[in-house]
């Protein structure tokens, strides 16, 4: 060996370690594009603002807490960063923690323990590219909902997380499965569900030994089995516990008219199932990413599924996973979940289930089921990219079946060290496989381009105007107990100030400190051309509709009542668009605060106001506690957290079989 052949090595590994990450970033960079910039990007769901309170989040209305904890982490980043930086950095981190998740997922489960190969990065950059951009994360990302794709990124760090804990102790297991499932702690309740459909199958269907043949305890294969899945029940609950013990005495209902707005749509010539299967078929046709419906496109996108799934086949049968088996049930589960609201019987079923109990409205939103659909795809298009590049699957040389070991250390194609320097040229048929190889990894993009650059513009920053900050600057500087009335009495509207015509969440909703009162029925239009209103989950709203009798074109009351508002226990009113008919002109009782073009802020001049004192339940900082000592307790223990689980060499305790004491 050459002297420099050990340096070569390390560079190597290096490469191989940032090689994940570079992937996911850059993927992140292409599709965020101006996100990324100063300014706040608003869009659906998407509402970030400035100096977000953490008391915005925690009493902001009734029903069930889907902000928690999401805007909780949010607020406690805003103490410290500004928020248009905070929501940059959220956006990335979707990419950035995908892409690696998957990234390191498929490099460990081809290498097998082995060395990982030069072709076996390339394979593994591509399922790490496939998995952050596909019509899933796209949609979902133009709805807004950030905080579904952050829980998103975090499947594939989970899926390895409960492959590796068959080998540990339970201490250890859960260490590492906490510590796993961060972004889903932080993503709030639907990505818990999503992880829990992912992972759980993995962990039941999970291999009968454990890494190195031995079992790390006693109790035969079925025992184990039914111990990791307890494992990971018992991690999945604990990261769950700020929105699940509220949620407990919430009292919300669930309207079950959204199994019918919120059921998966065609976005594709090819029907329904088959958008599902390309991972679209979302609801609203204004989160589909610009000419993605084209027959071209969708047509290409389909032909790429395909080879897809055949390379996720080809490794099941030529690498054998030990999540293979639990991975593809979760899939299959997740599918199956998602044709249920796409035909009558099945919302039928759905609109029994969610009558006979709430927590059943989560199955609405069918295409959020694809998820696990989606590792699988992006983890065969891996495959597709290693059997071009003429790269041997591990399983050529018999991979173990029965657990995910680390990767051993990163080596070169040549053996020990580097890629030698010199030798013979490459044969003119191992340069066509290889740009195929390179060709095949960039579908993902060239099938998807309305992700590109913002989605096109549609993910464009803008400022808020000076008249809401003085608004947000008024309400703060006012101790008295009191909530804000948000008009329109409309939950999403168009705002004019936005730099281009788009719909979002009333940002007047999460811009004051205390607790805000407004329109949460959420209209949904049907592809007849009727619309479906989903009754929401704030009993005060509904009494406060009541009072106000708004018209329901403008969202706007003819008079307002200061008595009836100071019995309900609203201080301001925050008129958050412009109107034309001043309708608090000439009553007493009601005091301009701040006047502007896009907001007018009113005060309730009555000193009687019904205001209920601002508490946090117990339930609420209990379970934030146990949540963020058990992830805390879990980083200590193996010294570590998502950023440092790479490819190369692994230290600590959560990276080596156990052997109990």
Not at 332 to 358: C, F, N, Q, S, Y
């Amino acid at each position: 060996m050459r002297s420099g052949g050990g340096g070569g090595a390390r560079r190597f590994r290096w490469a191989a370690r940032l090689l994940p990450w570079a992937v996911g970033l850059l993927a992140g960079v292409l599709a965020l594009g101006p996100a990324l910039g100063p300014g706040y990007v608003l869009r659906y769901d998407m509402v970030f603002v400035p100096d977000l309170s953490p008391g915005t989040v925690l009493e902001g209305a009734d029903g069930f807490p889907r902000a928690v904890p999401s805007d909780v982490v949010v607020a406690a980043l805003s103490g410290v960063l500004p928020g248009d930086a905070v929501q940059a950095l959220a956006l990335l981190a979707v990419f950035a923690v995908g892409g690696a998740g998957a990234s390191v997922l498929f490099a460990r489960a081809s290498a097998g323990g082995g060395p990982v190969r030069a072709g076996t990065l390339a394979a593994s950059a591509a399922a790490g590219l496939a998995y952050v951009w596909n019509p899933f994360v796209a949609e979902r990302l133009l709805l807004g909902q950030w905080a579904v794709l952050l829980g998103y990124a975090g499947l594939p760090w989970v899926v390895g997380a409960v492959v590796r804990s068959a080998g540990l102790r339970p201490g250890a297991g859960f260490a590492g499965v906490v510590r796993a499932l961060v972004p889903a702690a932080v993503g709030g309740f639907s990505s818990v569900v999503l992880t829990g459909l992912t992972a759980g199958p993995v962990a039941l269907l999970g291999a009968r030994r454990e890494p190195g043949g031995a079992p790390p305890g006693a109790g035969g294969p079925g025992g184990r089995r039914w111990a990791r899945t307890g494992l990971f029940l018992a991690a999945l609950v604990t990261v769950a516990l700020p929105w699940l013990l509220p949620s407990l005495t919430s009292g919300a209902g669930t309207d079950p008219a959204g199994v019918e707005a919120f059921a998966a749509r065609s976005d594709t010539p090819f029907g329904t199932a088959v958008s599902l299967l390309l991972l679209g078929g979302v609801w609203n046709s204004g989160a589909v990413p610009a000419g993605y419906g084209e027959p071209v496109t969708a047509a290409a996108r389909l032909l790429l599924c395909l080879a897809a799934l055949a390379g996720w086949a080809w490794l099941l049968r030529r690498g054998r996973p030990p999540f293979g088996a639990g991975l593809s049930a979760a899939a299959a589960a997740g599918l199956a979940i998602a044709l249920l609201g796409a035909t009558a019987p099945g919302r039928e079923l759905l609109g029994w289930l969610v009558g006979l109990w709430p927590g059943f409205g989560v199955l609405r939103d069918g295409q959020l089921y694809v998820a696990p659909l989606a590792l699988v795809q992006a983890l065969g298009l891996g495959a597709v990219v290693l059997w071009l590049s003429g790269s041997s699957a591990a399983g050529e040389g018999g991979v173990p079946p029965e657990g995910l070991p680390a990767a051993g250390a990163v080596r070169s194609p040549g053996g020990d060290g580097p890629p030698p320097e010199g030798g013979s040229r490459p044969e003119p048929a191992g340069l066509w496989r290889m740009a195929l190889a390179v060709f095949a990894g960039l579908l993902p993009v060239v099938t998807l381009p309305g992700l590109l650059w913002g989605a096109g513009g549609a993910l464009a920053p803008a400022d808020y105007p000076a008249s809401w900050l003085e608004a947000q600057r008024a309400v703060a500087g006012d101790g008295r107990p009191g909530a804000v009335l948000v008009l329109p009495w409309s939950a999403y509207r168009g705002i004019d100030w936005s730099g281009r015509p788009t719909v979002v969440l009333d940002p007047a909703t999460r811009l004051f400190d205390r607790r805000t009162v407004w329109n949460d029925d959420l209209v949904v239009g049907t592809p007849d051309g009727g619309a479906v209103v989903v009754t929401g989950e704030d009993v005060r709203a509904r009494e406060v509709a009541g009072l106000l009798r708004p018209d329901p074109g403008t969202g706007l009351p003819e008079r307002l009542d200061p008595g009836a508002l100071a019995g309900a226990g609203v201080r301001y009113v925050a008129v958050s668009a412009p109107v034309d008919n001043q309708f608090w002109s000439g009553v007493d009782g009601l005091s301009v605060v701040v006047e502007g073009a896009d907001m007018v802020l009113l005060e309730v001049q009555d000193q009687h106001i019904k205001a209920d004192k601002a508490t946090i339940s117990g339930l609420e900082v209990t379970g934030g506690l146990v949540t963020v000592g058990a992830i805390i307790w879990s980083m200590a223990r193996s010294g570590s957290s998502l950023v440092f689980q790479c490819l190369g060499p692994s230290s600590g305790s959560g990276a080596r079989k156990e052997i109990p004491k």
